[in-house]
């Protein structure tokens, strides 16, 4: 069975770290791409980051950038998201996907097929 598992959400103070993981079963997810999207109450769902198959490529959201990271390890099938200098509006859910590597716009729900139940990330101020 195809299934994507985040960990290692949380609560945590204003300009503290998290590490998410996503550790993904059943296919071969080491040949597709995979993102990380993150939803708030109210909200629509929005993009956060996304790394290609290989790793070889990262993408990010501006709200995010240089303070996220995302990474793979292909041979533990499993996706990271390094957040670091959080802040309260980094309060959400937080969702990892998985699409083919062909599919675009990376930023783009529709890109993916596969995606985890989430994580809550909570950024107290």
């Known amino acids: 069975q195809d299934k994507l598992v985040e960990s290692g959400g949380g609560l945590v103070q204003a300009g503290g770290s998290l590490r998410l993981s996503c550790a993904a079963s059943?296919?071969?997810?080491?040949?597709?791409?995979m993102g990380w999207f993150r939803q708030a109450p109210g909200k629509e769902r929005e993009f956060v980051a996304a790394?290609?198959?290989?790793?070889?490529?990262?993408y990010y959201a501006d709200s995010v950038k240089g303070r996220f990271t995302i990474s793979r390890d292909n041979a533990k099938n499993t996706v990271y998201l390094e957040m670091n200098s959080l802040k309260p509006e980094d309060t959400a859910v937080y969702y990892c996907?998985?699409?083919?590597?062909?599919?675009?716009?990376?930023?783009?729900?529709?890109?993916?097929?596969?995606w985890g139940q989430g994580t809550q990330v909570t950024v107290s101020s």
């Open positions: 996907a998985a699409g083919p590597s062909t599919a675009n716009p990376r930023d783009h729900p529709l890109s993916y097929a596969y």
């Open positions: 790394i290609s198959w290989s790793g070889g490529s990262t």
């Open positions: 059943g296919r071969a997810f080491s040949t597709y791409a």
